[in-house]
């Protein structure tokens, strides 16, 4: 069975702060794509990144960042300097390459950014 | 053009009414899934169906039943509605063959009264 699990419910910082985002993940296959969505106020749901279980590099998208550490089955999400636009509910994914290939999400986290 | 359109956005509606929710693509592609958003904001996977074929029905009550007439459309009907059943509802579709990242509709809010 696949899990995904966003120990964090809820976070809240000051705009301008660095904030990480975890996701630890679990699954028995050998290879499969990681996804990070964000979910923002007005309810959509807005693709961010996706990750193939053999390419363990970091990614770095302007104030985005990615850690994908396969040892620990963990693949985190920073954001440095953050925004007040960056307020959101944010999801973290794994899915399979065989098979039926169902989106397993984490319970989302929380991310407020205040003023 | 949108990808993945769904109708209504909104529906408020009584308990015990038969309700239906419609999904369309226009991406072309093979799999298309129905969400359920709970108020915690959970996401979890109520069916998927791929060239109209049903792949993933994740132990949801028989009152749904999802119809796929062609790939591009997925629709949901609900019968007899519960007050647990309020949630937001999200179609998504994902070629077959590749994994890439899901396609999502707006959501459908029902609120059941």
């Known amino acids: 069975a696949q899990k995904v699990t966003q120990a964090q419910t809820e976070i809240s910082v000051v705009e301008k702060e660095d904030v990480t985002l975890d996701c630890v993940y679990e699954t028995r296959d050998t290879t499969y794509y990681l996804f990070w969505y964000k979910q923002p106020p007005s309810g959509e749901l807005v693709f961010l990144i996706r990750r193939n279980s053999f390419d363990e590099q970091n990614e770095i998208s302007g104030r985005y960042s990615w850690n994908f550490q396969k040892s620990t089955s963990s693949f985190n999400f920073t954001i440095t300097a953050s925004q007040v636009v960056d307020s959101a509910v944010y999801f973290c994914d794994l899915s399979r390459i065989q098979g039926a290939q169902k989106l397993v999400f984490g319970q989302g986290t929380r991310l407020t950014i205040n003023p | 053009d949108t990808a993945v359109s769904q109708t209504p956005k909104y529906l408020v509606t009584q308990m015990g009414n038969d309700k239906s929710i419609k999904c369309e693509q226009n991406l072309g592609h093979d799999t298309m899934y129905w969400y359920k958003q709970d108020s915690k904001k959970f996401l979890k996977i109520m069916f998927s169906?791929?060239?109209?074929?049903?792949?993933i029905n994740e132990t949801v009550p028989n009152r749904f039943s999802p119809k796929s007439p062609d790939k591009a459309h997925l629709n949901l009907h609900i019968n007899s509605l519960e007050l647990g059943d309020s949630a937001v509802y999200f179609c998504?579709?994902?070629?077959?063959?590749?994994?890439?990242?899901?396609?999502f509709g707006q959501g459908t809010r029902l609120t059941v009264v």
């Open positions: 169906y791929n060239n109209k074929e049903l792949i």
């Open positions: 998504a579709s994902r070629p077959q063959g590749r994994v890439t990242e899901a396609f």
